[in-house]
């Protein structure tokens, strides 16, 4: 008697644990990595600025590329609890004299 329940215990617990419910039960922390960007912040951003005032603008670049030193990489990642992360990307390209020549707002994708 004692080992039947014992199995009828161990199969109900089993069974709960893998459904799907019980993985939102426990709480998951919000992350976000990278530069967080206010978007009043990139429209203040124009063509024609130094590296220092963009650098003022919007903080230290999260990747200045080795082999593309003309770009700065803006990353920001944000997987809010049991969500699909969000990526935001802006590319800064600068020109041979320094100034911002262009700058790429990719925005949102979903990973």
Not at 26 to 47: F, H, M, S, T, W
Not at 55 to 68: A, C, D, H, K, S
Not at 81 to 107: H, M, P, R
């Amino acid at each position: 008697m004692k080992m039947k329940s014992l199995l009828l215990t161990l199969l109900v617990a089993m069974s709960v644990t893998a459904c799907s419910t019980v993985e939102k039960v426990v709480y998951r922390i919000d992350v976000p990595q990278g530069n967080y960007l206010e978007q009043d912040k990139i429209a203040q951003l124009k063509v024609g600025m130094t590296p220092e005032q963009v650098e003022y603008l919007l903080g230290t670049p999260m990747l200045r590329n080795i082999f593309e030193t003309h770009r700065w990489d803006y990353v920001f990642i944000k997987r809010e609890g049991y969500k699909a992360a969000e990526k935001y990307n802006l590319f800064v390209y600068f020109d041979a004299n320094g100034l911002v020549s262009k700058i790429d707002d990719v925005g949102a994708n979903s990973k």
